[in-house]
């Protein structure tokens, strides 16, 4: 379905018009009439769907439609964390370009003028607020915010706030709200405390469920199974002799991505972390010289494998397995890229093969395995096949051997 064939106003259509978007992917097909017609919404769509612009044409078209006080906040959009909801304004700036409406971005850091910023926008009514829970129950206790114009209240990744702790406070902010404001929610899963806050603050919702899309055939999905201890070694030999440029390495835990970018530091390689620990600014910095390409390796937790827009990255590395099969799909979506073919490996210890069992049920396929390298030690017994599609062993080894050729590695004998 074309953008032209829903019935979005003319400035919305313009903004489309000139960023060359012409066709609505499916969760903006299914969702955007539904918001237009300003009922409750909860979709379940995963993040590269389109989700964003699937909840920001129809409120732009509302807004411009729909009575509202232009002297009063209109709309509340929620987000887990800063990346995202800096994303989230810049797809605001682009798709509202030709409607008269502003938004202020609402997130942590030490940065004075921000802070003066997202008060002024919240105290003299900006049009749209992005905000991340925490920071926005700040200014709410600091200040006396006037939410009686708010007609619209969006959570974005909302499984992502729950798992992040913000129950509480995004019921906190809810509260304060009108009670008839329309609520729309976004979430890349459909957990029992996702319905329990749809039933607790929603009107009769329209579920709209996005199956979550396999990864694409672009991205050569591989494996290493091997021990705990050998997992070090196995990123160095996957990186040697290769150009480094834009690889993502994902760790579990924050913990772990601080030791891990240490070591490979030791060792020459230009590697950066990526963690909540980090100020904003810091945070900022590192994705900006990523993007730039002035780092090689990224070190991160689960935080930049959604909302996070950078095209050509080459290979990513889940150096621990993904406990959930969406957040592998969501890990290794980060390669393949904008019409990009692109590399992902799995390291697979013992105590995680369960684990990875489940991805590769979930993907009706097996994942292709590489050999350990000789000089890493001996590997572990290999995953017995299970519901998974039988493995090819002959087109694997072959893939293999091209795999550790390319990059000047050994192959176990």
């Not at 979709?43 to 989700?51: D, H, L, P, R, V």
């Not at 129950?137 to 798992?163: H, P, Q, T």
């Amino acid at each position: 379905m074309g953008f032209d064939e829903l019935a979005l106003s003319d400035g919305v259509l313009d903004a489309l018009w000139d960023m060359h978007f012409d066709e609505c992917t499916p969760v903006q097909e299914k969702t955007i009439p539904v918001i237009l017609e300003g009922k409750d919404v909860i979709s379940c769509a995963q993040t590269g769907t389109g989700k964003t612009a699937a909840y920001i044409l129809p409120l732009l078209t509302n807004l411009e439609y729909d009575d509202h006080d232009p002297e009063k906040l209109n709309a509340i959009i929620m987000a887990p964390t800063r990346e995202l909801a800096q994303q989230i304004d810049q797809q605001m700036e682009g798709f509202g370009y030709y409607v008269p409406f502003s938004a202020v971005p609402v997130y942590g850091g030490n940065d004075s003028g921000a802070w003066g910023t997202q008060t002024t926008g919240l105290t003299k009514g900006a049009d749209i607020v992005i905000a991340t829970p925490g920071r926005l129950l700040s200014l709410m206790n600091i200040y006396d915010l006037d939410f009686s114009g708010v007609k619209y209240f969006i959570l974005d990744e909302a499984d992502r706030m729950l798992d992040m702790g913000f129950y509480d406070d995004i019921m906190t902010i809810y509260k304060r709200l009108p009670k008839d404001c329309q609520k729309i929610m976004f979430s890349a899963t459909m957990p029992v405390d996702i319905r329990k806050m749809a039933k607790a603050i929603m009107n009769n919702p329209v579920e709209v469920q996005i199956a979550v899309s396999r990864p694409p055939e672009t991205i050569r999905q591989m494996a290493v199974e091997l021990y705990e201890g050998q997992k070090v070694k196995m990123v160095e030999k996957l990186l040697e002799g290769r150009e480094l440029k834009k690889v993502i390495l994902f760790a579990g835990k924050k913990q772990r991505v601080k030791d891990l970018t240490r070591s490979l530091r030791m060792k020459g390689l230009d590697a950066r972390a990526m963690h909540s620990d980090l100020e904003q600014k810091e945070r900022e910095e590192v994705m900006l010289d990523f993007r730039n390409g002035k780092v090689d390796i990224l070190v991160a937790t689960d935080i930049v494998a959604r909302g996070i827009d950078v095209d050509d990255i080459p290979l990513v590395i889940n150096f621990d397995v993904p406990r959930d099969a969406e957040d592998y799909v969501h890990r290794i979506g980060r390669t393949a890229r904008a019409e990009n073919s692109g590399e992902a490996v799995t390291l697979v210890s013992v105590e995680d093969r369960r684990f990875f069992q489940k991805i590769e049920r979930f993907l009706k396929k097996k994942i292709e395995r590489l050999p350990l390298p000789a000089e890493l030690g001996e590997a572990p017994e290999p995953i017995k096949d299970d519901v998974c599609a039988t493995r090819s062993g002959k087109g694997c080894s072959g893939g293999s051997r091209r795999f550790w050729r390319n990059r000047g590695g050994h192959r176990r004998k």
